[in-house]
């Protein structure tokens, strides 16, 4: 069996708090001495192994799958805040609710969603500024809540939507900022643990606003159930599943999924949003390329429309091996098991890096380039076994097709109506859950 070398105790204890601050420097560093695989052990009994590695990879998330569990920090940590919906749990009442879920994410589905998706994509770009530093994040991170909002309460039957979005907006987003806090900084949690001295930047204060959420979601749910409107949304389809044995999910467990939707489909989009606006400003061959796609935005079949678009789509294909905004994840071995010639210990943590994967110099022609090219169709079927920007195998993400329609949608009505130019010429980040933008600033003129 080979040997995993692992980096010393207290060499990795000597860089923790710029491993807090951004650990991918730290990473690198070590795949770079040690090769794509390397273990840490933060204190005793704890094992965390660290992989770029494209089998190992496949093995643990696709063909042992049933091997490996996601870990506590997703069940656990961000479950405590978003209840226990697909993201966040694991075994059989998982695989129960994906069945039932997936369906409203296939092509089918999502292609009744499009007009909703066009209006609000439409209605965000149009607050953009002209001539300004504008950082894109605030616009995409708006913009993509939005459409996961609208996609599953369409306008029909709800009271002061808009009001109640926004307010939906800020209660998850300060949920997700106080478990940030939680997990970076976790010998503050004593002070965060008590309402009175740390108020609203407390953890019983984020859990309270969480139940404020779950009472706005609950009655949108009765309102829809007593109302004799179908307006075909999300929040339609899933009300219409059904499980195996033929009964309907629960609210409470809808509530979950809701709020786990609206985490797991917002910030990521708007994290790839804002490194594909900045990439192609800092390529404008680029966008001379796109902008004759977009003459595809006319087709009344918006879904064949945006089909018609391949070039678009490589963009944003690029920009997530680039920038892919989930850009690790873990898991934990079940039982002992081997992969070729690794030993994996039963209980041992197993994190996979996206990000590193997507750039390895032995797998990507000149991997730090923006070569959107390198995903044209025939391409682009050589990079399955190491381009993972959802995941892979049957936890991979619901929804992909839905993230990537949106994606090229929105990249294609902001190149319809601006011409974008960058303000700095390096691209920053800031690696918190997800992969976020950091000053991506842009400047926009109409056309
Ligand atoms: C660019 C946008 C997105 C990216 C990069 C992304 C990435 C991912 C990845 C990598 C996973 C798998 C995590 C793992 O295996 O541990 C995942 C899971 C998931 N994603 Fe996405 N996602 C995006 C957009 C969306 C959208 C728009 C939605 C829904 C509206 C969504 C809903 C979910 C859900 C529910 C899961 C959990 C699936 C399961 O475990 O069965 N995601 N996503």
Same mark, same amino acid.
């Given at each position: 069996?080979?040997?995993?070398? +692992?980096? !010393?105790?207290?060499?990795?204890?000597?860089?923790?708090?710029?491993?807090?601050?951004?650990? @991918?420097?730290?990473?690198?560093?070590?795949?770079?001495?040690?090769?794509?695989?390397? $273990?840490?052990?933060?204190?005793?009994?704890?094992?965390?192994?660290?992989?770029?590695?494209?089998? @190992?990879?496949? =093995?643990?998330?696709? $063909?042992? +799958?049933?091997?490996?569990?996601?870990?506590?920090?997703?069940? #656990?940590?961000?479950?405590?805040?978003?209840? =226990?919906?697909?993201?966040?749990?694991?075994?059989?009442?998982?695989?129960?609710?994906?069945?039932? &879920? +997936?369906?409203?994410?296939?092509?089918?589905?999502?292609?009744?969603?499009?007009?909703?998706?066009?209006?609000?994509?439409?209605?965000?770009?149009?607050? &953009?500024?002209?001539?300004?530093?504008?950082?894109?994040?605030?616009?995409?991170?708006?913009?993509?809540?939005?459409?996961?909002?609208?996609?599953?309460?369409?306008?029909?039957?709800?009271?002061?939507?808009?009001?109640?979005?926004?307010?939906?907006?800020?209660?998850t987003e300060k949920a997700q900022k106080t478990l940030i806090k939680e997990l970076r900084i976790p010998w503050m949690k004593w002070y965060f643990d008590r309402e009175w001295l740390s108020g609203k930047k407390s953890i019983p204060h984020s859990l309270s606003l969480i139940e404020e959420a779950r009472e706005i979601l609950r009655n949108i749910i009765n309102n829809r159930r007593s109302g004799n409107k179908e307006p075909g949304d999300l929040l339609d389809m899933l009300l219409h599943s059904t499980y195996e044995d033929g009964s309907h999910m629960e609210d409470d467990q809808l509530i979950d999924e809701i709020l786990v939707l609206f985490i797991a489909g917002h910030e990521t989009?708007?994290?790839?949003?804002?490194?594909?606006?900045?990439?192609?400003?800092?390529?404008?061959?680029?966008?001379? $390329?796109?902008?004759?796609?977009?003459?595809?935005?006319?087709?009344?079949?918006?879904?064949?429309?945006?089909?018609?678009?391949?070039?678009?789509?490589?963009?944003?294909?690029?920009?997530?091996?680039?920038? !892919? !905004?989930?850009?690790?994840?873990?898991?934990?071995? @079940?039982?002992?098991?081997?992969?070729?010639?690794?030993?994996?210990?039963?209980?041992?943590?197993?994190?996979?890096?996206?990000? #590193?994967? =997507?750039?390895?110099?032995?797998?990507?022609?000149?991997?730090?380039?923006? &070569?959107?090219?390198?995903?044209?169709?025939?391409?682009?079927?050589?990079?399955?076994?190491?381009?993972?920007?959802?995941?892979?195998?049957?936890?991979?993400?619901?929804?992909?097709?839905?993230?990537?329609?949106?994606?090229?949608?929105?990249?294609?009505?902001?190149?319809?109506?601006?011409?974008?130019? !960058?303000?700095?010429?390096?691209?920053?980040?800031?690696?918190?859950?997800?992969?976020?933008?950091?000053?991506?600033?842009?400047?926009?003129?109409?056309?």
């Open positions: 069996m080979k040997q995993i070398e +692992q980096v !010393p105790t207290l060499t990795f204890l000597a860089k923790s708090r710029q491993i807090y601050k951004d650990p @991918l420097p730290f990473h690198r560093e070590n795949f770079k001495k040690y090769g794509n695989t390397f $273990k840490i052990s933060p204190k005793p009994g704890l094992l965390i192994h660290f992989t770029c590695d494209e089998k @190992l990879t496949q =093995h643990i998330l696709q $063909k042992n +799958q049933k091997n490996f569990n996601k870990s506590t920090l997703q069940t #656990e940590d961000l479950g405590k805040y978003i209840g =226990h919906g697909l993201l966040t749990e694991n075994g059989e009442k998982w695989r129960a609710n994906r069945k039932l &879920i +997936q369906p409203a994410f296939y092509k089918k589905s999502i292609s009744s969603l499009m007009n909703v998706m066009d209006e609000v994509i439409q209605e965000e770009i149009g607050k &953009i500024k002209e001539d300004v530093a504008t950082d894109v994040y605030e616009i995409f991170n708006d913009l993509a809540f939005k459409v996961v909002a609208r996609s599953l309460f369409d306008f029909a039957d709800i009271d002061n939507l808009d009001s109640k979005i926004s307010r939906l907006q800020y209660i989009t708007a994290n790839a949003l804002s490194f594909a606006a900045q990439l192609l400003a800092q390529h404008p061959e680029t966008i001379t $390329k796109a902008t004759q796609e977009l003459q595809h935005l006319e087709n009344e079949n918006l879904m064949e429309g945006l089909m018609s678009m391949p070039y678009i789509k490589q963009c944003v294909e690029e920009t997530l091996r680039l920038y !892919p !905004p989930a850009y690790v994840t873990d898991r934990v071995a @079940l039982e002992a098991d081997s992969c070729e010639d690794v030993e994996i210990e039963k209980g041992s943590i197993w994190l996979v890096s996206f990000y #590193e994967m =997507h750039r390895r110099q032995d797998l990507w022609e000149r991997p730090e380039e923006f &070569i959107p090219e390198r995903f044209e169709k025939e391409k682009a079927k050589s990079y399955r076994d190491f381009y993972f920007p959802f995941g892979a195998g049957p936890r991979m993400c619901v929804g992909n097709n839905f993230a990537i329609f949106e994606m090229v949608l929105t990249s294609a009505r902001l190149l319809e109506r601006f011409e974008v130019k !960058p303000v700095h010429d390096t691209i920053d980040y800031h690696p918190l859950i997800t992969l976020k933008p950091r000053n991506a600033q842009l400047i926009f003129k109409r056309k």
